[in-house]
């Protein structure tokens, strides 16, 4: 057990957390200053913040050196969600109870668009930094989350891929379009999560 403590305490200190914490503010702010109107619209931007913060969980320099390293990166991007994501989680179910959602169909609504928007920037974050050599991939997952959202709505309605509001059909296509993001972006993220190291030796075999 102590050594699996020594390695959460090193993977904590390596986690950029000033974006995180930032969102979390600013959050916060949100659901104050909007707490007398529609719940969604807060929820929504206070998503959309937690999801980009969430995005530089994967931000590390070494992750170049680590690439050789016995744990693969799979793990390591596992052990540092497993310190990312419950603070993350547990203070916004905190803000969706102060602003309270209109309905048990709006509350699974913002649940469904939270898990979609967390899964879009983990899995930018991942993509971005398996191939950035400073091994940052935060910086790019949260205006990759803006244009992706920006781009949905400019889309009709009825198609469009990650609605932020009422779209032809009721509840339904919002549940199973916000689920579907979510779902590809594990994938995607899971994806991103391979050995460099392996990948490269594969290379080198194929080559000769």
Same mark, same amino acid.
């Given at each position: 057990?102590?050594?699996?403590?020594?390695?959460?305490?090193?993977t !904590?200190?390596?986690?950029?957390?000033?974006?995180?914490?930032?969102?979390?503010?600013?959050?916060? =702010?949100?659901?104050? !200053? #909007?707490? *007398?109107?529609? @719940?969604?619209?807060?929820?929504?931007? =206070?998503?959309?913040?937690?999801?980009?913060?969430?995005?530089?969980?994967f931000?590390?320099?070494? @992750?170049?050196?680590?690439?050789?390293?016995?744990?693969?990166l799979?793990?390591?991007?596992? +052990?540092?969600?497993?310190?990312?994501?419950?603070?993350?989680?547990?203070?916004?179910?905190?803000l =969706?109870?102060?602003?309270?959602? +209109?309905?048990?169909e *709006?509350?699974w609504?913002?649940?469904a668009?939270?898990?979609?928007l967390? $899964?879009?920037?983990l899995?930018?974050?991942?993509?971005? *930094?398996?191939?950035?050599?400073? $091994?940052?991939?935060?910086?790019v997952? @949260?205006p990759?989350?803006?244009?992706? =959202?920006?781009?949905?709505?400019?889309?009709?309605?009825?198609w469009?891929? #990650?609605?932020?509001?009422?779209?032809?059909?009721?509840?339904t296509?919002?549940?199973?379009?916000?689920?579907?993001?979510?779902?590809?972006?594990?994938?995607? !993220?899971?994806?991103?999560?391979?050995?460099?190291?392996?990948?490269?030796?594969?290379?080198?075999?194929?080559h000769?």
């Amino acid at each position: 057990m102590p050594a699996l403590s020594d390695r959460a305490t090193a993977t !904590l200190r390596t986690i950029r957390w000033l974006p995180l914490i930032a969102a979390w503010i600013v959050g916060a =702010v949100v659901v104050f !200053l #909007l707490r *007398e109107r529609e @719940a969604a619209t807060a929820l929504q931007a =206070v998503a959309i913040l937690f999801a980009c913060g969430a995005g530089y969980a994967f931000d590390d320099p070494a @992750a170049e050196l680590l690439d050789p390293s016995p744990t693969s990166l799979l793990r390591r991007r596992i +052990a540092r969600l497993a310190l990312v994501l419950p603070p993350t989680i547990a203070i916004w179910l905190v803000l =969706v109870g102060v602003q309270g959602p +209109a309905s048990s169909e *709006e509350m699974w609504a913002v649940v469904a668009l939270f898990a979609g928007l967390l $899964g879009l920037s983990l899995s930018i974050a991942g993509v971005s *930094e398996r191939r950035s050599p400073t $091994g940052r991939g935060g910086i790019v997952a @949260a205006p990759a989350l803006f244009v992706l =959202v920006v781009a949905s709505s400019l889309v009709p309605p009825r198609w469009r891929p #990650l609605p932020m509001g009422d779209v032809p059909g009721g509840w339904t296509p919002i549940y199973l379009r916000w689920s579907a993001a979510a779902a590809i972006g594990l994938f995607v !993220l899971l994806w991103s999560s391979r050995d460099r190291a392996h990948g490269s030796m594969r290379r080198r075999i194929l080559h000769h």
